[in-house]
């Protein structure tokens, strides 16, 4: 049974032996409606990653972001644990708009915390931001048995925000747990603004 979250709440992934390995991490988003007859502006562009961080929490090779982030530049990290399913431009369409899987074994002992973001691509740019967005979250799945194991609803007003801090997976005396976040960020029209935060 799935567990709704709250902002804040942890679970655990991996404690008492539940056999979880591999999780699949949906991200979602919709476009609020816009009134107004005259032409619509750009999409809005979200993108998702995964910051890799270290014991201390900060970030893990600040010199080299295919070890340090993954992104859609970045679709794979070396160790294979951690794959971005590519880019949404848009977010149209039901259901999740970009997914990352993470394979729980593979992660690097050096891993202690991946933190799942959300930032709109060129969001000052293009004069958008978070209130122009509804309906977010972020839901684990366990891979094997299509299960969903906990949902976040961003249900917060997050007007003028370009980025935000949606949750993170990370160590906990040798287990697995999730964190629901939703920290929002201001400036996040560049990722590396979301990776400052961890340097």
Known sequence: MSINLQKGQKIELTKHGTGLRK???GLGWDEAQRSGFFSRPQPIDCDASVILCGANGKILNPSNVNDTLIYFGNL????GAIIHQGDNLTGAGDGDDEQITVDLALVP???DKMVFTVNIYDGRARKQHFGMIKNAFIHLIDMQTRAEICRFN????YNNMTGLIVGEIYRYKGEWKFNAIGQPVQEASRLQSLIELYR
Request: charged content about 15%; overall charge neutral; proline content about 14%.
């Open 23 to 25: 999780v699949l991490v």
């Open 76 to 79: 794979r990290h070396p160790s």
């Open 109 to 111: 002992p050096n891993v």
């Open 154 to 157: 961003l249900s917060e007003n």
